[in-house]
């Protein structure tokens, strides 16, 4: 089942009624998993552009769609490599900021994920 964003503030997100001090992906099944920006920053320096190893880790066979909350001011972006991975498996993304992201991962049906930048 799809868990409930209750809220957000810069550097931190309230999922369920847990706040968690760090970027999180929520998976189909609803698992809530710290994002493992490691995979981008060791690509490109910095968590703020999706690499192509976060991308293939982020996705799950089945999902239809992708939220990602590119920050409280929207500073995340895919990297044309990653962009490209979702598109070949059929995997609509939506980039919104944050807050924007949350309001439509709430209302959204369908099998989805979504990983949530929390700063920036």
């Avoid at 309230?14 to 970027?23: A, L, N, S």
């Avoid at 060791?42 to 590119?70: C, F, N, P, Q, R």
Wanted: aromatic letters at 10%; charged letters at 30%.
């Amino acid at each position: 089942m799809k868990p409930k964003i209750i809220s957000t503030s810069f550097g931190s997100i309230t999922v369920k009624g847990k706040t968690f001090e760090y970027d999180v992906l929520i998976r189909m099944g609803g698992q809530i998993e710290k994002r493992r920006k490691k995979l981008s920053k060791k690509v490109y320096g910095t968590s703020h552009k999706i690499s192509l190893a976060e991308a293939k880790y982020v996705y799950e066979k089945g999902a239809e769609k992708i939220i990602i909350g590119t920050g409280q001011t929207g500073y995340v972006e895919l990297s044309k490599k990653a962009r490209k991975f979702f598109e070949e498996k059929d995997l609509k993304a939506k980039l919104l900021s944050t807050p924007k992201a949350i309001k439509l991962w709430n209302k959204s049906k369908g099998k989805a994920i979504a990983m949530f930048h929390v700063t920036c």
